[in-house]
């Protein structure tokens, strides 16, 4: 039978009308045996979520404007979820992407937050701060998104960075959030205890050396709830052992890149999906970070126990990617197979993380920035890959977010004239597509300067990290600033 709706999310966000047992005993009464009698049968049964609306597109109105009119139609209230929900409890305010991505989600937070200080939305981004605090505090981790279905994984680690954003001294921010940023860091280093060289345990993976690093991975082997019957084809098709893909499939969402040629073993096809092989730059860059974030905090509060602890597992961090994921002679970072022991051999955006995080030395840079302005920077902004597989982080789409690291890494590292044209080209982009359609979509086609395509879903308006992106870089750019239609 085919599939009910459009887009598997639309069934897990659904909320029962009565409980699971009633629900069964109907279902087992009517025996639907069509699929015109299965629809009536959930629809009766189950009540379906809207998606997050927009304002209408005003051709008159600048970005910024707009940008404005968006984030109270995105901002939510807390609520109790009612029985049943796939919806988790947040004790506060929170802003949601827009589209169908109606709770909010962890990465996306950081870079909706940028641009909800930037617009004098200081209290929204505490509490959105608070929000992910509750959530470590209550499940030991932040989770993908505000889902039931959600809880089995996490995404990028950028907590500390949030965290960063709420005072002038980001070390004083931590010191204050100390506690939640260690528990952050012991969800993705459990399992580190006693790994030995070549082996990996749930996040972390032992280097032949013996050296830590980590991957993405996820603690389920089943189909998402969110994708279901796409993950079972994938299965099927793969040949391959269905719970192995079922957790290479959930590690590459929690990579936040769904999906990458970075994750397929031969660049193209879900079927060959192998993200728990792949130590990636990017998860190990932010790694990086916290660590050094958590020595800051220990050092405001004068535990010199604490800072050297931290500020040692940053450098031997920090060791270990410059000896696994940099290449001389390429010269940028790229990913690791720790399976086939060697790099992977791909140029992605991910090498623009180091620099954004601090992990790169000047020679690396500005080696960087060589290859990003002959490999990566398009017309539009920086593309996520060089590959075009038809998945939606691969060429010719870039995201918001690696065109916040890019410009944030140049600039820390001394190279403001491609820092700027970065900036200057996303703007461009972003703006031609408002103008044509009123909307800021969730990714951009950057080397034809069109809203972007691929993926399992069709392209989302709203949207909280590039509304939060574009508003950031026109604070720092405010001569990018549109004109007026």
Not at 439 to 465: I, M, N, R, S, T
Request: aromatic content about 12%; glycine content about 8%.
């Amino acid at each position: 039978m085919d599939a009910l709706f459009p887009d598997g999310k639309a069934f897990p966000d659904a909320v029962p009308k009565a409980p699971p047992s009633v629900i069964l005993k109907r279902y087992h009464s009517v025996r639907p045996r069509s699929r015109a009698a299965l629809l009536k049968l959930v629809r009766s049964t189950f009540t379906f979520p809207t998606d997050a609306q927009t304002p209408p597109a005003r051709p008159d109105k600048t970005l910024q404007a707009h940008i404005a009119r968006l984030w109270p139609l995105l901002t939510r209230q807390p609520v109790v979820p009612p029985a049943y929900s796939s919806l988790l409890y947040v004790p506060e305010p929170y802003v949601v992407p827009g589209g169908r991505f109606r709770e909010f989600y962890y990465w996306d937070s950081y870079f909706t937050m940028l641009g909800l200080i930037r617009d004098g939305h200081l209290d929204t981004a505490r509490d959105l701060v608070d929000d992910l605090s509750y959530m470590l505090r209550e499940y030991g981790h932040i989770p993908n998104g505000a889902r039931t279905y959600y809880l089995s994984r996490s995404q990028p680690p950028m907590y500390y960075l949030m965290v960063g954003l709420l005072s002038p001294d980001p070390a004083i921010a931590w010191s204050q959030h100390l506690e939640d940023l260690e528990r952050e860091y012991d969800y993705w280093m459990a399992g580190a205890a006693g790994l030995h060289p070549g082996k990996a345990q749930r996040n972390v993976v032992a280097m032949p050396d013996g050296s830590l690093l980590n991957r993405y991975w996820d603690a389920s082997d089943t189909p998402r709830d969110e994708s279901y019957r796409n993950d079972v084809l994938i299965a099927r098709a793969s040949r391959r052992p269905a719970s192995q893909v079922y957790r290479d499939i959930r590690a590459a969402a929690e990579s936040g890149w769904d999906f990458s040629s970075r994750w397929l073993r031969d660049g193209r096809h879900l079927t060959t999906i192998d993200t728990t092989d792949i130590v990636p730059v990017d998860l190990n860059s932010l790694l990086y970070g916290l660590e050094q974030a958590i020595a800051r905090g220990c050092g405001v509060r004068h535990d010199a126990a604490c800072e050297r602890k931290f500020a040692e597992r940053a450098r031997l961090r920090r060791q270990a990617m410059n000896r696994y994921l940099w290449d001389p002679d390429a010269r940028y970072f790229m990913d690791y197979d720790w399976r086939q022991k060697k790099r992977t051999g791909e140029l992605t955006a991910a090498t623009l993380y180091p620099l954004f995080t601090g992990v790169a030395d000047i020679w690396q840079a500005d080696a960087v920035g060589g290859v990003t302005q002959v490999r990566l920077l398009e017309e539009g902004g920086v593309v996520t890959t060089n590959i075009a597989s038809g998945q939606q982080w691969d060429a010719p789409n870039g995201w918001p977010p690696l065109q916040w690291i890019a410009v944030s890494g140049f600039r820390r590292y001394d190279q403001p004239v491609l820092a700027r044209e970065i900036a200057r080209r996303w703007l461009a982009t972003v703006q031609r597509v408002f103008a044509n359609t009123g909307k800021l979509v969730e990714k951009y086609d950057v080397e034809h300067a069109l809203p972007g395509g691929g993926g399992e879903y069709p392209l989302q308006d709203g949207f909280g990290w590039t509304n939060g992106v574009t508003s950031a870089l026109l604070g720092l750019y405010p001569d990018l600033q549109p004109a007026r239609p």
